[in-house]
């Protein structure tokens, strides 16, 4: 009887511990991915933690850094090539 209320207990706490460490930020990750697929580079991802999930979430929001500086580059090299061939 108690022992099956306390392995019950005590798989509830390691179940909420991992929704709430794990599971959420790299659901909010995901959903941040999926923003940057569809073309917002300027998607990040909070950061609270400094364990492996918040380093993974560093990086997202570096990777997506470095999107947006690699578009606006290129975007920028598009119009100096147009101008190039408008005035040929």
Known sequence: GATLLTALGTAAVLIAMT???IVSP???????AKRVEAG???ARVE???ND???RL???FNAMSAA????ETRL???RRNLQEVLDNM
């Open 19 to 21: 929704r709430r460490w």
């Open 26 to 32: 790299l659901g909010r990750l995901v959903e941040a």
């Open 40 to 42: 917002d580079g300027r």
């Open 47 to 49: 950061v609270s933690a």
């Open 52 to 54: 492996e999930i918040g």
């Open 57 to 59: 979430g560093e990086a």
């Open 67 to 70: 999107i947006v500086d690699r």
């Open 75 to 77: 975007a920028g090299a």
